[in-house]
């Protein structure tokens, strides 16, 4: 299997842009996990999802973001509008069931 | 709140030699697991061992063990042997309910 698959590994967008990150899991999980890492505030879960299916999205930090699972095979995290304070790398994480998680290459954004 | 500690922000050790990272974890929970996780430059978050709570063997894996206190709820790794590439930000967490729980990390510096 090639792992947890994140894109774009990089961007880079000025201050009120729409941004998308984008995650395939590893296939047969059924967990999919969001996270955001900075300096500051360390690793921070922002939702997960289970069959697809939204279970705890109390870590989303505004409502500019949000995230969607419309199959087992794909996520979105969209911020809009993005501004510099979201500027951090983006991991993405899938499991099967309560076990270890295992994480995509990250996604680091920053916003301009 | 139930929450993972890292006390030791930071850590050097000479190469070859041995080194331990303390954490400790609240739960109220009888049945979990624990990990311990890298994460190096590349940004990358690798698993480097887990134990279930209900067994009292340590975990092992190649130069990582641990020394799982539950009682305490004390879980430590010990790095024997230590090369260069062990150089990353360690990790500890568990998982309470479908989440992983992380604690702040403990920067590791290897001495050559």
């Known amino acids: 299997d090639a792992g947890v698959i994140q894109s774009p590994r990089h961007e880079v967008t000025e201050m009120g842009q729409e941004v998308t990150l984008r995650c395939k899991p590893i296939s047969g999980h059924d967990y999919l996990f969001w996270y955001r890492q900075t300096m500051m505030r360390g690793l921070e879960l922002l939702i997960y999802f289970n069959n697809n299916v939204p279970i705890d999205d109390s870590g989303m930090p505004e409502d500019r973001f949000s995230a969607k699972m419309p199959n087992a095979s794909f996520s979105t995290l969209k911020i809009q509008p993005s501004e510099p304070r979201d500027s951090a790398v983006y991991f993405c994480?899938?499991?099967?069931?309560?076990?270890?998680?295992?994480f995509g290459p990250g996604t680091r954004l920053t916003v301009l | 709140a139930q929450t993972v500690t890292q006390s030791q922000p930071e850590m050097s050790v000479q190469e070859a030699e041995t080194v331990t990272l303390s954490c400790t974890y609240d739960t109220s929970e009888s049945d979990y697991y624990l990990f311990w996780y890298k994460q190096p430059p590349s940004r990358q978050m690798i698993l480097v061992i887990r134990q279930e709570a209900y067994k009292q063997q340590n975990a092992t894996e190649n130069r990582f063990s641990v020394n799982f206190q539950k009682a305490a709820k004390s879980f430590s790794l010990k790095i024997s042997d230590s090369q260069l590439g062990d150089a990353a930000m360690y990790f500890c967490?568990?998982?309470?309910?479908?989440?992983?729980?992380f604690g702040k990390g403990t920067r590791l510096h290897i001495l050559p």
């Open positions: 994480a899938s499991s099967s069931g309560r076990d270890e998680q295992f």
């Open positions: 967490a568990y998982n309470r309910d479908d989440k992983i729980i």
